[in-house]
């Protein structure tokens, strides 16, 4: 058996030690370190699913923004393979206001992990429209999910779906603290869209125009890196990273790598380097 960690996790009323392997706190860290590379909100939900599958187990997640108007949805999920037909998408947009957790989320501001069964018998869910024209063909007999900060109206949040068996207390913990990370890189995501939004001029549109990857490239030139060591790190050719950063130059209007840097920290792109190694100014 594998080396077990005890988590001691604040619940709403009470402090309860879990149990955690070493392996599933480890995918808890990479998973918090992905986030801190979430430069689009768009881009959270497809990045987030994969290790809250890897942590909590369950058959699918799903990414949605719901409103502000009647049957609007968006969506991703995870596992990828999984495909809804246009006529399965539009029963749920029809029927995604009867979930009692989008009602919950929507009301009551609080994006705590919260379970179908904290409201609902198994027998009352079976009974609503979501259920027969939508989850029963997926399918869905337990649900838990958390809320992110709304925008624009939406209400935005991650659930996490069993065919068999409910979640469990120690998934409700989990969860807890493994949103706190969630809502911090959607809110600093937001933040970095938004400047990107705010350039205006010639130059500036090209600086939007930059690349999850070249500004991944940058975080790195940022922190003193060589061409040799990025490709070292990323797995690709040093011939790819002096590609990606020529391009990124050009975006920048500049011709050396301390200009690109000092321009994509100054205009907040990325992180200066005492912010990405935790140092204190």
């Known amino acids: 058996m594998g080396s077990l960690c005890k ?16 392996s599933a706190l480890e995918s808890a860290l990479r998973f918090v370190d992905d986030l801190a590379e979430t430069d689009d909100p768009a881009d959270l939900g497809r990045r987030a699913l994969p290790g809250l599958d890897r942590l909590v187990h369950p058959d699918v997640l799903s990414y949605n923004e719901v409103g502000p108007g009647p049957g609007q949805v968006a969506y991703c999920v995870y596992p990828e ?20 957790l989008v009602s919950y989320l929507d ?22 429209g979501v259920y027969t024209e939508f989850y029963r063909h997926v399918p869905v007999e337990h649900q838990i999910a958390i809320g992110l900060p709304k925008a624009d109206g939406k209400v935005i949040g991650i659930a996490l779906s ?10 409700r ?50 922190l003193g890196n060589t061409n040799t060591a990025i490709a ?12 990606h950063l020529d391009s990124a130059y050009r975006k920048l209007d ?19 380097p005492e912010r990405q190694t935790g140092g204190s100014g």
């Open 232 to 243: 070292r790190k990323l797995g690709i050719s040093p011939r790819t990273v002096a590609h």
């Open 173 to 222: 913990d989990l969860l807890a603290v493994l949103r706190a990370p969630l809502v911090r890189a959607m809110i600093r995501a937001r933040s970095r869209n938004q400047a990107r939004q705010a350039l205006n001029g010639p130059a500036d549109n090209r600086m939007a125009e930059l690349t999850d990857r070249e500004l991944q490239l940058l975080q790195l030139v940022a």
């Open 7 to 22: 988590l001691h996790l604040r619940a709403a009323s009470k402090r309860r030690a879990v149990h955690v392997s070493l």
């Open 107 to 128: 009301t009551s501001g609080d994006g705590s992990p919260a379970m179908i069964s904290d409201f609902l018998s198994l027998e009352r869910f079976h009974r609503l």
């Open 254 to 272: 500049v011709t050396s790598r301390a200009a690109a840097v000092y321009r994509a920290v100054n205009e907040g792109l990325v992180p200066g």
């Open 162 to 171: 069993r065919a068999r068996r409910d979640f469990t207390e120690d998934d």
């Open 81 to 100: 393979d999984v495909v809804f037909s246009p006529d399965e998408v539009a029963a749920f947009e029809a029927h995604v206001h009867e979930n009692p």
